[in-house]
């Protein structure tokens, strides 16, 4: 039985191939090759930075698909049709909308994969696949290691991706994961977790978890179990973490180097208004929380969301400035995006107030980092526009320079120090490629 593996790109650039160099090797894959039996051959094909050969001998090819990637999915599935080979597809945007992508696969899995991949593999082996897997969504990875190998001989960002938790317990109503896992946390048994550290092969490691410390007390116990390992580490968290000072502390005791928080405003009323609560508690700007972080020399990766209904430009503005005033480590502007099935999305679809035509992933004028719905204070493209600014302004050299010399940033270490050095560059000029690219890599 041989299966191939695709992590779809997101797409190319008006008039020229973009390949993505700040990338990162995606876990959900070797994941599934770690749960396939034993003489399964297996090919791998990132379609971010490299061709795919669609005439290599496969029996099966499985593609993950996010909403972002989802015409580019629907583009490869075309290829291995005409082929005569069978593709499913699984990851968010399948859970999210089933009926949109069995019309591009043979089969689709929603949920977790954990929970049906071994049942699917064995119905192919019997000449008897399902159209639809349904899975559920619980504790990842239960007795399995991921197959890393599959990354040998390609070039990835050194760092080391492992989870400890899926899913997050927060209201927002934007976000996709909330959709996809209903308000649930699931946690990984630690010792699970801390051996599969030992078998990491970059120093660096990277919890990709969607919210690290959702459930206090158990990232509290893990944390104290990290310590001893001695590694260092970055993952995601929500700002409210940093109102317990002993889960800060222990943060900081285990090695963890700094965090990606999405603060997304700072404005009360538009936390109100996207359900961020955990976010209001305490709320003064995210003051108190920010110098608690800079106090254990933690960095803090600032995630802010553009064009809430209360937004305006000028509150844009003035977010741009509040960045630049508390000097985060990395900083990153995203106009908001409706994901299919959010609240957000049905209550902008029922005001009218979606553009292209309510499917901006598969219109052919939708391009990356565009606005794709009509704000209430300002145009689409004025939003577009200022999302643009916020990140150019924050990322111009001079700027990045004076975070890395500012004690207050939060540099607990060379290391991090090292990190904002080599991978602002990285990440200035991702942000000049990846705007306004065409997703597909058909184009239009």
């Avoid at 039985?1 to 993505?20: A, F, N």
């Avoid at 960002?157 to 308000?183: K, V």
């Avoid at 526009?385 to 050299?397: D, L, S, T």
Wanted: aromatic share 10%; net charge positive; glycine share 6%.
């Amino acid at each position: 039985m041989k299966i191939t593996l695709i992590k779809p790109r997101i797409g190319k650039r008006e008039k020229s191939e973009y390949i993505e160099e700040g990338r990162m090797e995606p876990l959900q894959l070797a994941v599934l090759a770690g749960m396939l039996p034993e003489g399964t051959g297996v090919t791998f094909f990132d379609d971010r930075f490299e061709n795919i050969d669609y005439d290599r001998e496969t029996d099966l090819v499985v593609l993950t698909v996010e909403t972002f990637t989802a015409k580019r999915s629907y583009e490869i599935s075309r290829e291995y049709k005409k082929r005569g080979i069978p593709v499913v597809m699984g990851g968010m945007h399948p859970t999210l909308l089933s009926e949109e992508v069995a019309c591009h696969a043979d089969v689709i899995c929603t949920g977790d994969a954990e929970s049906i991949w071994p049942a699917l593999i064995k119905d192919f082996q019997h000449g008897r696949l399902k159209p639809v897997y349904r899975g559920t969504t619980g504790i990842p990875q239960k007795g399995i290691l991921p197959d890393r190998s599959i990354f040998n001989g390609k070039w990835y960002l050194p760092i080391s991706l492992i989870q400890f938790s899926r899913g997050c317990n927060s209201t927002c109503r934007f976000c996709a994961t909330n959709a996809y896992f209903e308000r649930k946390h699931h946690v990984r048994p630690d010792e699970e977790v801390l051996y599969e550290i030992q078998t990491l092969p970059h120093k660096l490691v990277f919890f990709v978890d969607d919210n690290f410390t959702a459930n206090p007390e158990r990232a509290k116990s893990f944390l104290k179990k990290l310590i001893p390992l001695k590694i260092k580490w970055v993952t995601q968290i929500s700002i409210n973490a940093a109102n317990d000072p002993e889960l800060v502390s222990l943060l900081a005791r285990s090695g963890c180097l700094g965090f990606v928080a999405g603060l997304e405003s700072i404005q009360r009323k538009n936390l109100v208004s996207m359900g961020k609560n955990v976010n209001l508690l305490e709320f003064n700007k995210f003051k108190p929380q920010i110098e608690r972080l800079k106090d254990h020399g933690l960095s803090l990766w600032a995630a802010f969301t553009l064009g809430h209904d209360h937004d305006t430009i000028t509150s844009i503005e003035d977010t741009i400035s509040y960045a630049l005033h508390w000097k985060f480590a990395f900083a990153a502007f995203n106009v908001i995006t409706p994901y299919p099935n959010t609240r957000l999305y049905e209550r902008l679809k029922s005001e009218n107030r979606l553009l292209f035509d309510g499917k901006w992933w598969l219109h052919p004028d939708y391009r990356f980092n565009h606005a794709t719905y009509i704000p209430k204070h300002m145009s689409p493209g004025a939003l577009t526009e200022i999302g643009m600014r916020a990140r150019v302004v924050y990322n111009k050299p001079l700027v990045v320079l004076k975070r890395l010399l500012n004690h207050r940033t939060g540099i607990n270490a060379l290391s991090v120090l090292w990190l904002l050095f080599k991978y602002n560059p990285v990440f200035r000029k991702e942000m000049y490629k990846r705007h306004g690219i065409i997703l597909g890599k058909e184009g239009v």
